[in-house]
Structures are given as C-alpha cells and as structure tokens.
C-alpha cells in the first residue's frame, strides 16, 4: 500500500468515527502526495459538505470532475450539494447517509 493510499484508508476510518477534523488532515496529506487525485478531491468535497461549508465543497468536487469528467461519485456528490442550495420550500431532503456512501 503506498503512503497515499494510507492517507486515504485513514481519512475514511476518521470519517466513519466522525472525527472529520482528522478526515481532513489525512485527506489533505494524501492530496500532497497526488493533487491530480478525483477521489481525493471528491472527498475533501465530501467533508466540507457534511462541515457546512457548502462552497468549499462545491469547488473541491468540481476540482475532481475536472481530474475525471465521469467520475460517478463525484457526479452524484455535486448534483446533492447543489440541491441542498435550492431554497429550503423547494428542497427535497438531502440524505447524507447516501453522500457518504458514494464517498470512496
């Protein structure tokens, strides 16, 4: 395994504890290692989202369908941030569980 994809296996492990603090700071440490990373992307994207940080994660997730225009994931990831922006009236209810499903 190399340390880039350690990186990644602790992100994920800190994500699914709920420390995304740490989340972050692994994902960031891989994204060192590989900045033309989608995944990666795709899932600092992710912990801004579930952060709150709605435009941070918009850019990140765009930043991986940039690296890979059919990128699933990232796909998916973007069109429910970009729901959950649509006044609350005409919302349909975003399902987190689903956004970390996706993440990978």
């Known amino acids: 395994m190399t340390t ?8 994920h492990l800190y994500r699914r504890q709920g ?3 740490r989340a972050f700071r692994s994902y ?3 994204l060192k290692l ?3 990373s989608p995944i990666i992307w ?25 690296l890979d225009p059919k990128y699933c994931n ?3 990831n973007l069109e429910l941030i970009e729901e ?3 006044p609350h009236h005409k919302a349909t209810k975003i399902k987190p569980k689903l956004l970390l499903s996706l993440l990978q």
């Open 74 to 76: 990232a796909k998916t």
């Open 28 to 30: 960031c440490q891989a």
């Open 84 to 86: 959950s922006l649509v």
């Open 4 to 11: 880039e994809e350690e990186y990644l296996r602790k992100g």
């Open 34 to 36: 590989n900045s033309d």
């Open 19 to 21: 420390d995304l603090s």
């Open 42 to 66: 795709n899932n600092i994207g992710a912990i801004f989202y579930i952060g709150g940080y709605q435009s941070l994660a918009i850019s990140c997730t765009r930043k991986a369908l940039l």
